[in-house]
Structures are given as structure tokens and as C-alpha cells.
């Protein structure tokens, strides 16, 4: 996924920063945008994306031509590789876990 670029500010945007950041911290009116101090309904761990590891990995052509084919959109065959890889070792933990129970 390729990151946007924001466009650059224009002078009065600049200077306007430039004005506010000489404030000082009382003299800013932030009625509009109150903390928030309670965090009782928090999710911990909702935004939580594991870490991604760039690696070359070689695939049977028929596999990766599947995950092209039944993927909306090209870009989503890695994810849904990514997917099944994960289905399958939760699937494997989940039965070393039984066996080991037993």
C-alpha cells in the first residue's frame, strides 16, 4: 500500500501555524475539542496490526493464479495468502493444544 503524499502548505497556512505555535498554551481556545479522561469503554489491543516481514517466498503458479483470480482486487492476493497461512496455524495449534490435553 502506497502512501499519500500531503500537498504543501500554502503561505498563510504557514503563517497561521507560525501564530498559533507563538501562543502560549492558555491563550488557545480548546472548548471545542475536550479531553477526554474517561477510558472505561477502551479496547485494548482493537487497532493492533501484527508487524509485516518482507520475504521472497516461491509459490506453486497455480496457487498464486488462484488467490488472483478469486481476489476483488490484485493488490489483495498477498493478504489473502497471508490469511490462509494464518488460518492454517491456528488450525494446527488448536490441534497440538488437543493432543496434548489428552
Known sequence: MKKK???SLTREQLA????VAALADSAIDTS???EVADWSDAKRGLFYRPVK???TLRLDADLVSWFKS???SVKGYQTRINEALR???QWKEKGTRRRASS
Not at 497561521?16 to 501564530?19: D, F, S, T, V
Open 5 to 7: 503524499t500531503s500537498r
Open 16 to 19: 497561521e501555524l507560525k501564530a
Open 53 to 55: 516481514k518482507q520475504i
Open 32 to 34: 471545542d475539542a475536550p
Open 87 to 89: 488460518e492454517y496455524v
Open 70 to 72: 478469486h481476489t476483488k
